[in-house]
């Protein structure tokens, strides 16, 4: 078991559902990630928290909401999603940039979401 | 636009082979270039190269990068069943927000008893 740990670890849900992703870190990082990875893609970077404060938002669609209550949790709430959103979400979290090795991201196993 | 790119997308081998996995990148300023493994779950660390030529090792793994031609291999010697997984490169440039790694596609390494 990884320091970051992610639930449910797969979901099911309709496209008039209201489901949340919960990460949570144990690592005493400050930065924390949203990524999604669908199959042949590369893996893309949703959100960025950084001391609690979103800094990055790579043009998700507002049916995707991040929130970030404290350093060591973050969620991903989602509503009305589309069947391509299907896809394994994944947590990481981070040191603050401006040390070197805080480039490595330590990631969670992931929530597997099939929206039907 | 970065982007990174890695060779091949797939691979089959057998016990015992070696392969090399190959990233390149095209990334304004450049700082660093990382490899995971990703099995079923997580993605695991592996590796953070910043300097050229430098070789990182650990057991029968190893890489390298290579800033002039800005790629990065990933060598794995005597392989295992258990290496069979996908092999993320991601690079990080400079700049920008935390946390920006730019993953390529992964290269799905399956490993034949």
């Known amino acids: 078991e990884t320091g970051v740990t992610q639930t449910p670890r797969h979901l099911v849900m309709g496209m008039t559902n209201k489901k949340s992703l919960k990460c949570e870190q144990h690592?005493?990082?400050?930065?924390m990630y949203w990524y999604k990875q669908s199959a042949k893609k590369p893996l893309e970077l949703m959100f960025v928290y950084n001391f609690k404060e979103q800094t990055e938002n790579n043009s998700v669609p507002s049916r995707f909401s991040p929130e970030c209550p404290n350093s060591s949790h973050l969620f991903l709430h989602l509503h009305t999603l589309q069947p391509e959103d299907s896809a394994l979400y994944l947590c990481a979290s981070s040191q603050p940039r401006d040390r070197l090795s805080s480039d490595e991201q330590f990631f969670g196993p992931g929530t597997r979401l099939t929206v039907l | 636009e970065d982007k990174v790119v890695q060779s091949p997308l797939s691979l089959v081998v057998h016990e015992g082979d070696t392969v090399t996995l190959n990233c390149s990148y095209e990334?304004?300023?450049?700082?660093?270039l990382l490899w995971y493994k990703q099995e079923k779950k997580a993605p695991t660390f592996l590796f953070m190269l910043?300097?050229?030529?430098i070789e990182k090792k650990s057991g029968r793994l190893s890489s390298i990068l290579d800033k002039k031609e800005l790629s990065s291999i990933l060598n794995i010697t005597a392989t295992q069943t258990g290496d069979s997984a996908i092999y993320l490169c991601?690079?990080?440039?400079?700049?920008?927000?935390?946390?920006?790694?730019?993953f390529g596609k992964g290269t799905k390494l399956s490993v034949k008893p």
């Open positions: 990334v304004t300023n450049f700082r660093s």
């Open positions: 991601a690079a990080v440039p400079y700049g920008g927000s935390q946390g920006n790694l730019i």
């Open positions: 910043t300097s050229s030529g």
């Open positions: 690592l005493g990082h400050n930065a």
